[in-house]
């Protein structure tokens, strides 16, 4: 790190003291503390690489999250025919082609526990349309 002690002065970090005569305009860098700044401007990219690398590596991968809103789906669509089971009526038509859409077309998800988890899902969808059409 660099730092102005007064015009025409700079300090280096780990540097020994440069002085320098000052410029026209009052101020100038010495020469050690220009290839400071060449190197902190190489690094920029190098960390910017290693920022943006973090960031996906945090994401939840889009196959995921599409995967998450398909068993909830799921599991929204089973819980409202059992309420309706509970309340003695049979539950609609349109409910029972919706859960039987959602449990033959389930996306596959990268997190294997997340694809066991939809699969099982999917799975208790299939038996009770099975249980329902028969």
Do not use: K, N, W
């Not at 440069?18 to 305009?25: D, E, H, S």
């Not at 973090?54 to 789906?73: I, N, V, W």
């Not at 599991?75 to 449990?103: C, I």
Request: glycine letters at 12%.
């Amino acid at each position: 790190m660099s730092g102005v002690l007064g015009v025409g002065r700079t300090t280096g970090a780990g540097a020994s003291r440069i002085r320098t005569t000052p410029a026209a305009g009052g101020f100038s860098l010495a020469a050690g503390a220009a290839s400071q700044a060449g190197a902190a401007a190489g690094a920029v990219p190098v960390s910017l690489g290693a920022m943006l690398a973090l960031q996906e590596a945090g994401a939840e991968p889009a196959r995921d999250r599409a995967a998450r809103r398909h068993g909830q789906a799921m599991l929204q669509l089973l819980a409202a025919l059992q309420r309706a089971m509970l309340a003695g009526e049979g539950g609609g038509e349109a409910e029972l082609t919706r859960l039987a859409s959602l449990a033959t077309e389930v996306p596959l998800a990268s997190d294997p526990a997340l694809r066991q988890a939809v699969a099982a899902i999917a799975l208790r969808a299939s038996v009770e349309l099975a249980r329902r059409r028969h």
